[in-house]
């Protein structure tokens, strides 16, 4: 693929993200929505990991877990984080920062319902982030889940959902010739977003 060393930027990030998104979602690579996420504790030991983002509007940036996972602990005593998209094919990535808050139970609900029986399962089976003795141990619950699920479908259990991380700055990074990459960072202000050009 060609290099672009200028982002040919809007005045709103989220359509910025949206063009730059529906570009890699067109390729119909598996995973094209993975994202990594970043949260922290309260003392602000940071840690990361590979999410799938599930949603995004003006509202924010959606993804679903286990409310006592790691990262659904962190959240709930520090809800700051960052997302960071890397789309290597097209030399590009983004980074958001801003705050982390649960959706709804209804968004959450009507999530948990598209997915596959097999994925229903699994998030009533996790105790995620939990010490597991073997996985054996999860294979057995799993066997046991879908016996008491042969005749109805396994509603989401309280302790999973979803987050929204509602975004306090952009930054959108294209990789340039002689690594003269462009950046462009937007942050929020009254009735818009100020853009600014960064050095690489």
Request: proline content about 4%; cysteine-free; overall charge neutral.
């Amino acid at each position: 693929m060609d290099n672009f060393d200028i982002i040919n930027s809007l005045a709103d990030p989220f359509e910025q993200f949206s063009a730059w998104y529906s570009a890699v979602e067109q390729t119909g690579r598996e995973n094209y929505n993975a994202v990594a996420l970043s949260t922290a504790d309260i003392s602000g030991s940071v840690s990361s990991r590979i999410v799938l983002l599930k949603d995004f509007s003006q509202r924010g940036f959606v993804f679903f877990t286990n409310y006592n996972s790691r990262k659904g602990k962190q959240i709930a005593v520090n809800p700051r984080g960052a997302m960071l998209f890397y789309w290597p094919d097209f030399r590009r990535q983004v980074r958001i920062e801003g705050e982390i808050f649960r959706t709804g139970t209804d968004e959450s609900d009507a999530y948990f319902n598209s997915r596959a029986r097999g994925h229903k399962l699994n998030a009533l089976a996790s105790q995620q982030s939990s010490q597991l003795e073997s996985r054996e141990t999860l294979l057995n619950k799993k066997e046991e889940l879908s016996v008491i699920y042969s005749e109805s479908d396994p509603q989401r259990p309280e302790g999973w959902g979803g987050f929204r991380l509602v975004p306090l700055m952009f930054e959108f990074w294209q990789e340039g010739a002689d690594r003269f990459h462009d950046r462009l960072e937007y942050i929020p202000k009254p009735g818009g977003w100020t853009i600014r050009r960064l050095y690489p």
